[in-house]
């Protein structure tokens, strides 16, 4: 059989890789967009590098939208078979693939707008909110730990990583005659200190290992200061600059997370007596589903929730619903926190929240997740002086700070961690995806230097043979 790293290779979007048996059978793992690109993105999104309809089964890690995002598109395209997931994994794609083609409307339709101003043809939109809410009939959720066939050469087993409610990693076994192998695809890799999920779980014992390297050169600051962090840049900002604090982040998990940190802060009477926005419908709705799903949630919130029964909700939590409140904000001078997707500053809300509040000195944004290199996000963070958002240039004289415990991704010795179910002498090899090249290298002499062999970086559309 062969492995095509279609996206997600040296690069941390776009997730898709396929595997192809010896019998012809077609397993896609992941299917997702590549995102902050600029002008490349929407090419790169429609050059899937495979037929959809020649695609046997799709398998899926976990509902980001790098990961999930092209779901809809393949199925306009001719995909036909059944997506497997996670029952979490697919209650959450249910509202983010459905959200982002109704972004992908509104873009088209802005953007077309200025193409007829220019003589140019109208284009259309990779996929509408209809199309995503169409393709949800093709999802079959399995709970984790159980077995299953696919194929009656192919069984599979989700198993949770950790990274966001639902997330597993993949593992599969194919027979090929009297051989059988034995295939982990590692999806996103969770944390071993998150306050709401479970840590991540061992996983079978794989031949290959398809692992994601986000983080593979870094290790993240200890959990348990980054709420004390995320009380400093409160008082800081709201109660001493009398200014907003703008927190970016993504709406599935990174957003709980925060809300739940503050919620904890309010009960030990810390919090100062401001109000707190969540603007972002998606944010509220994966909020509720992740309350249908406790069943993810680790020991410590468990205990929490004996006292207290929403640890999502208080009194200044205000979840904001339309664009008219969220436009209501801008005006209002007042100071007060911000939770606004999406967690790159790419797009969504709070992209005009920056737009309105960057060069106000006392206005603090504060990023809590990673931003690929050429997002807005990482512009900000890394200190650009000036930076373009909606074709307009602005100066960056908010405060900017940065609480890195709160990624979602594990670090590179977390990943080690995670490793260390499995029997090294078995590995045949491990294949590094997902993310930046130079992190994978050095991730890859990480992993030597710890007794793992083979290690290997496949290219953007390369196949190799296992």
């Known amino acids: 059989m062969n492995i095509e790293f279609l996206g997600a290779a040296k690069e941390v979007t776009g997730s898709k890789h396929l595997i192809t048996t010896i019998k012809g059978k077609k397993i896609l793992l992941d299917c997702g967009m590549f995102q902050g690109k600029g002008l490349e993105t929407d090419a790169l999104n429609r050059d899937l590098g495979f037929n959809p309809s020649e695609i046997d089964y799709l398998l899926l890690s976990h509902p980001h939208i790098d990961h999930s995002g092209l779901i809809p598109y393949i199925i306009k395209l001719g995909f036909k078979g059944s997506i497997f997931c996670t029952p979490a994994t697919r209650d959450l794609c249910s509202i983010m693939l459905a959200d982002s083609g109704n972004i992908q409307e509104q873009d088209t339709y802005t953007f077309n707008?200025?193409?007829?101003?220019?003589?140019?043809?109208?284009?259309?939109?990779?996929?509408?909110?209809?199309?995503?809410?169409?393709?949800?009939?093709?999802?079959i959720s399995i709970p984790y730990e159980r077995d299953f066939l696919i194929d009656p050469d192919i069984s599979v087993r989700f198993t949770d990583n950790g990274h966001i409610l639902g997330s597993s990693t993949v593992n599969i076994t194919i027979k090929e005659g009297r051989k059988k192998t034995n295939i982990a695809f590692t999806g996103d890799i969770g944390r071993y200190s998150k306050r709401i999920l479970k840590a991540p779980q061992?996983?079978?014992?794989?031949?290959?290992?398809?692992?994601?390297?986000?983080?593979?050169?870094?290790?993240?600051?200890?959990?348990?200061?980054?709420?004390?962090?995320?009380?400093?840049?409160?008082?800081?900002?709201?109660?001493?600059?009398?200014?907003?604090?703008?927190?970016?982040?993504?709406?599935?998990?990174?957003a709980q997370e925060v809300i739940y940190a503050l919620d904890r802060l309010e009960r030990k009477g810390l919090l100062p007596d401001i109000d707190v926005y969540v603007d972002s419908p998606l944010s509220l709705n994966a909020t509720n589903i992740m309350r249908l799903h406790t069943e993810c949630f680790n020991d410590e919130i468990r205990e929490y929730m004996k006292t207290d029964k929403d640890p999502f909700g208080f009194e200044k939590l205000h979840y904001v619903r339309s664009a008219e409140e969220s436009k209501a904000l801008n005006s209002n001078h007042r100071p007060m926190i911000i939770i606004s997707a999406?967690?790159?500053?790419?797009?969504?809300?709070?992209?005009?929240?920056?737009?309105?509040?960057?060069?106000?000195?006392?206005?603090?944004?504060?990023?809590?997740?990673?931003?690929?290199?050429?997002?807005?996000?990482a512009k900000i963070i890394r200190g650009d002086n000036v930076v373009s958002i909606f074709g307009t240039q602005y100066f960056v004289r908010a405060e900017i700070r940065r609480i890195d415990s709160y990624s979602a991704h594990a670090d590179y010795q977390e990943m080690l961690t995670y490793l260390s179910c499995q029997d090294k002498k078995k590995i045949k090899k491990i294949f590094l995806v997902h993310g930046e090249e130079e992190t994978q290298i050095n991730f890859a002499n990480t992993l030597n230097e710890n007794g793992y062999k083979n290690i290997y970086i496949p290219s953007k559309k390369e196949a190799v043979m296992i």
């Open 113 to 139: 707008k200025k193409r007829v101003r220019q003589g140019l043809p109208e284009v259309e939109p990779i996929y509408t909110m209809l199309d995503a809410q169409e393709a949800m009939q093709y999802f």
């Open 202 to 254: 061992a996983f079978p014992q794989a031949d290959y290992i398809i692992m994601e390297s986000t983080y593979g050169d870094r290790l993240h600051d200890d959990v348990s200061t980054s709420e004390q962090q995320l009380l400093d840049a409160v008082v800081h900002t709201c109660c001493k600059k009398k200014g907003k604090l703008i927190i970016p982040s993504f709406a599935i998990g990174r």
């Open 342 to 377: 999406s967690g790159m500053m790419e797009a969504g809300r709070v992209k005009h929240h920056i737009a309105n509040n960057i060069e106000d000195k006392k206005t603090t944004i504060l990023a809590v997740g990673y931003c690929a290199p050429t997002t807005l996000g």
